[in-house]
Nanobody
Framework: QLQASGGGLVQAGGSMRLSCASSGRDFRSDTMGWFRQAPGKEREFVAASRGSLFTTYYADSVKGRFSISRDNAKSTVYLQMNSLKPEDTAVYYC?????????????????????WGQGTLVTVSN
């Protein structure tokens, strides 16, 4: 029900936009999140968007460089990534909390999300 796309290879300092299309239900109220997992590391929170409250959240490591947005008419959430660094290399996953039940303090936890996309690989070269 979540289909992520947009990954690939980019040079350090470059930009990339990931998309995640949702299907099967009302998207507007869902909390949508992006997570990433680098080789040999645990999955980590990147960004989240609460549909009903129009609020966004970011990991400190991407704040100021990444931006999460959503197009409710297209049931799609985006992750715009600028000033990419080699340490941003990872498989990026989109996730949904549907219906949204997690409180703000738990949006950075993967367990708060019940639906996951398949992941898309982002590789940032030096």
């Amino acid at each position: 029900q979540l289909q992520a796309s947009g990954g690939g290879l980019v040079q350090a300092g470059g930009s990339m936009r990931l998309s995640c299309a949702s299907s099967g239900r009302d998207f507007r109220s869902d909390t949508m999140g992006w997570f990433r997992q680098a080789p040999g590391k645990e999955r980590e929170f990147v960004a989240a968007s609460r549909g009903s409250l129009f609020t966004t959240y970011y990991a400190d490591s991407v704040k100021g460089r990444f931006s999460i947005s959503r197009d409710n008419a297209k049931s799609t959430v985006y992750l715009q990534m600028n000033s990419l660094k080699p340490e941003d290399t990872a498989v990026y996953y989109c996730a949904a909390d549907r219906p949204p039940t997690a409180i703000a303090g738990r949006l950075r936890e993967a367990v708060s999300y019940d639906t996951w996309g398949q992941g898309t690989l982002v590789t940032v070269s030096n």
